[in-house]
RNA sequence: GGGCGUGUGGCGCAACUUGGAUAGCGCAUCGGCUUGCGGAGCCGGAGGUUGCGGGUUCGAAUCCCGUCACGCCCGCCA
């Protein structure tokens, strides 16, 4: 259905264009030039507004006040839209009071939770790909911002009509991988606690021992082997890896993040999707194997090839794309490559499937494996990628592979979001430094959780609204968790963020308890009012104060929800939010609800849409809504 | 050397992709609101030459050119 504010600009767009048309026969003007140029202004000068006339002015070398005054007289209302006047240059209307809000609310009433949802999308398939953490410690506030990030865009593609496939890169053969295993054949502390926690302590031990010569040739010999796939060694690190990963998943769960699939990047390879990625490009001849100099021994792609088609590649010291070392071990280059081949459907799958845990939300979380069952993933139409802004120059040349390799359509499709990066006091978190470790309390998901949920409590606790305090500790996790994912979708994703235990442990202001709180107000006022499901839709008694304008705001959720979409922006919902709870609190505290005599129903059913509005936004955002607080 | 990103009241941010009317919001600060539906709230004040310089435009935080500062990337690491 489409949202109200679409078709109020339609109707608009239309009276302006006849009326173009009728003053200005020559104009050259078209319904695409009106649309883009309107506005919702402030409400003083109208309802809509489009700054039409000064593109007109330009053209036809006339003032744009005259313009707009004539378009203004010539312009015929319709059921949506009258009232066109004239005001520094531009073409203001009004909407009609009655008619919008009983079309906004109607349309709130009709869709319920849908509300704002759109079928841009179609049911194409795309894939998200987060938060992509080393299976060899804890998720630090870091990865909270990507696993919440992935989260959000998938559940607002999903909310544009997308098929969502929420996948996890488990990079159990790395580097890392080499030197936690040294830690666990060589070092003497067992796993004790978490053991996603205990084997990141181990591993910054790992990297105190790293010093010296002996550990690191010791660590290079162990990654040599861990790329035979039936080593001793290896199966000992794959089944680290999975015990981290379980341990990890608690932490996912814990914050409401779920996944279909775990690709084990073991698995590429046994796969051998990275064997047919490798033969693919072989075929295309862009492989080069140098006899001699830097790169003698391995198989490369050429940069400035690659170059051609991501201009920014060029001019960087790096001569080649190195895809197959001289020792024979391909690098995390040529088996993302192989990935995305699987992700966009040009290799098949090869891969094999077993449930590693049931998920909270009721959907089993399955992994690939070497002897599980074979099921249809991959094969997408889109990849979005949420990964570290730092590597964006290894994603655009796997981009460029793709399109090197003569997919560049399918390029087009991979969509690198990368978000900036989360620092604490200007310092790094870093993994292999143990920055993550703090005072008293770690850098880490569990410990940040932990944390505010202790904060939340202690308000919690003493809300005369909770008679029942059995239930302080869950309503302590929600609002924590409202304030944690909103905290970290707020900002632009590009921007980088310095993490301080002092914001995080705020729930005044622009917050999610903020948002959530106005909810639950909400909530409480249709109580009192003995108010179940809206009957009848008539907004007869609506004002022109802070309730139209609310209708204004729920009018263009829908409008909101593409932008943060089409730009992979969930801050735009949290702009959003901000925007309605600050709104319905206005109308909250300007105008009694209950005690509003004949407008008692209307304002009632203002809030009910408002509260379903707020409620589907914090859905996108993961927020589960509060009914008391 | 090449490239990417950021720069907006004391602090933290939004708006920049698609130029539009008086640059929004939160914190902090000053003052007010509770015998009214939930004060995690509401109202008001003070605080800005949007890093700097030019250009395009009727109109620039937004686009273009230059410049400065900070961060990041350019590995047979992932």
Known sequence: MASPLFIAKAQFTSAVLEAIKAAFPDAKIEAQDIEKSIAVPKSEMGDLSTSISFRLAKEMKKNPHEIALKISQGARGTKLVSNFTELNGYLNAALDTKAYSELVVGSVVSEKNRYGSMDIGKGGKVIVEFPGVNPNKPWHVGHVRNALLGSAISNILEFCGYSVERDDYIDDLGLQMAESLWGWL????????????????QYVSVN?????????????SLLSKLEVLDSKESQITRQMAERCVLAQNETAFSYGVYHDIMVFESDIVR?????????????????????????????????????????????????????????????????????????????????????????????PLLGTCEDGDFKEFGNAKMAVNIIDARQRHEQLSMR?????????????????LPYGTVRIKGVDLSTRKGTWLGEGKNYTADDLLREVMDAAKKIVAESEKITDKSIVGSIANSVALAAIKFDFLKYAPESEITFSWDKALTFEGDTGPYCAYTYARATRVLERGGYKQPQATSMDQIGRGEDFELIKLIGGFAETVERAASEYRPNAITDYLLNIASLFSKFYEAMPILKGGETKEARLLLTFAARQVIGNALALLGISPIERM
């Open 208 to 220: 105190k021992e790293l010093e010296k010569s002996e550990v690191k040739s010791a660590v290079n």
């Open 271 to 363: 796969g051998k999707l990275l064997d047919k990625a490798l033969e693919v490009a072989r075929r295309k001849g862009v492989l080069e194997k140098p006899e001699e100099g830097k790169y003698r021994g391995s198989t490369i792609v050429s940069m400035h090839k690659l170059a051609k088609y991501e201009k920014e590649l060029s001019g960087g010291s790096e001569e080649s794309k190195v895809l197959v070392r001289s020792n024979g071990a391909a690098t995390y280059m040529a088996k993302d490559l192989a990935f995305h081949m699987w992700k966009m459907g040009i290799t098949k799958s090869d891969f094999r499937y077993k449930k590693f845990v049931d998920q909270p939300n009721g959907k």
């Open 186 to 201: 060589n070092l003497t502390d067992k796993p004790s606690g978490k053991f996603d926690q205990w084997l990141g302590e």
């Open 400 to 416: 460029a592979m793709f399109s090197l390799l003569g997919y560049e359509d399918l390029a087009k499709g991979i969509i690198h």
